[in-house]
């Protein structure tokens, strides 16, 4: 439901055209059913141009539930200002039945009405899904406190997880569990890569702290909701290599194998070479590896799958195996320079953490291209998820839209908005039995030059606020645009949206401490054996057991390191 005039908003959007000179232009497919107009406006200044016509309004609701449709979306013109039109006619919808109603002023308060509206859109048709399972999950718990992963990496109750703050929960759980891992080892500034079955997931972390952004696409939706800056590549382990008939060049996915039936090497019915295969053939995945700890893997079937390849490319398999390996790392190369040398970042200046099943696999490759070190593999990479959904902070964040010229506003004015905000923000999270003692506020803005269109966030105290003066922010600003784009402006600066982030304290959990050895690994740890095609050779790399290696060990490659959730490869020279 949207106010009358603006019907096919949504539909028009901004107008991106992702592929500018393709002749046949594929709409986005889209995930409302039905639009319906509402006779209701309000200016920006509040002032009611046309009243909401309850009536009309009403009539139409009990049409739109006649027809079937349970969910519905409220994206009123200045509601992220004004909410008191979406707020009747919410109160109307819930009287009549509907299962999910979202407003825009309470899923997204901020202005523009298109990524206010896809947002709450999103809400709506994510919701009542996401419900259904966290029910179901909750039940089979027995009642038990239960909290789920947010896509800004913090945690929320289970009555209070919404479906904009679940679209990158997953990828979210890693970044934090790499943050704390890296936190543990004492490395502030790290580059993360979480390599799965399908795709990659990349994200930097700086002093500590995961970036964020503000919108999320994900396929045709654009979702403005905090979240981790995750970039995503299709680069995995099931991911298909194949010869294009028009170039004749070696190409590696976006297509993956997928779970079922997979790589060919895991004899489930796959015969398509994927980079897996690769890795198998390579000797990257011996015959000792156990997938899962149970699940053999088979170098035969991986060969033949490749084979075709190699015939069509006019070398050999183990050549076609490893150049498929430098072509799915360079795919994840230009990820990994998406969240570092596009946002600014030296990668130079970083760690690179390798986690997931296949991550380990590559990481040390992916070190050399980057030319970051040390490159971290840490316990349990096939889990890590897991870890950082455990070590995470209850989140909640409370924001509102302020457009104000430093020149046009006070200290004082900004403060109020902020302490507003703090409160609403930190009362969310008193609701989930965060002791007051255990919370602690941080605040935000987006800033622009003035008539500038790019936003930027900075992160800063209340306190230095108060004390310094809108500085604070306004020098920060600045740090950014001459980091990202080389250069600042004499421009008027332009604060535009206003955030307060209350957070829990993370649970205590003692790390796991591995015993002290000496520089050489202790006998336990040695396997055996097994020859890998490295440096376009055939190599002697010597097989250890992770669990057997002491803080101290030095392990020279080649080298595989394997453990039941992923395996870890040390490149001969490492």
Known sequence: FITKGFKDALRIAYQNRPDLFAKHIELPSLLYEQVVEVDERITTAGKILAPLDVERLQADLVATFEAGIRSVAFVFM??????????????????????????SHEVSPLMKLVSRG????VDAYLSPVLRRYVEQVVGELGGASVKFMQSNGGLTDASLFQGKDSILSGPAGGIVGAVEVSRRAGIEKVIAFDMGGTSTDVALVQDGKAQLRRETTVGDVTVRASSV????????GGSIAHVPELTGALR??????????GPAAYNKGGTLPSVTDANVVLGYLPSEVRLGGDMEIRKDLAEKAIRPIAKALGISVKRTAAGIIDIVNENMYG????????????PRDFALIGFGGAGPLHANALGKLMNSWPVIIPPGPG???AYGDATTRVRDEASRTFIRRFSQTTVSQVTKVFEKLGAQAEKTIEKEGVPKKDRTIT???DIRYHGQGLLLTVDFELKDLRSKGLDVIGDQFEDMHKQLFTFALESDKELVNLRAVAQGRSADIEPQVLAKGSRTPNKASIIGTSTVYMD??????TLYKRSELRAGNEVPGPAILLEMDSTTVILSGH
């Open 118 to 121: 896809d947002t709450t859109v």
């Open 536 to 541: 376009q050779k055939d190599q002697q790399a």
């Open 252 to 261: 590696v996915g976006p297509e993956s194998a997928g779970a079922e039936p």
């Open 443 to 445: 605040y935000q803005a």
């Open 383 to 385: 889990v890590l998820c």
């Open 229 to 236: 800056d995750v970039r995503t590549v299709g680069a995995g």
């Open 335 to 346: 990820a990994l320079r998406l969240v570092s040398v596009e946002q600014g970042y030296d």
């Open 78 to 103: 200045h509601a992220y200002r004004y909410s008191r039109h979406e707020e009747r006619a919410a109160a109307l919808a819930r009287q009549i039945g509907f299962e999910q109603v979202s407003t």
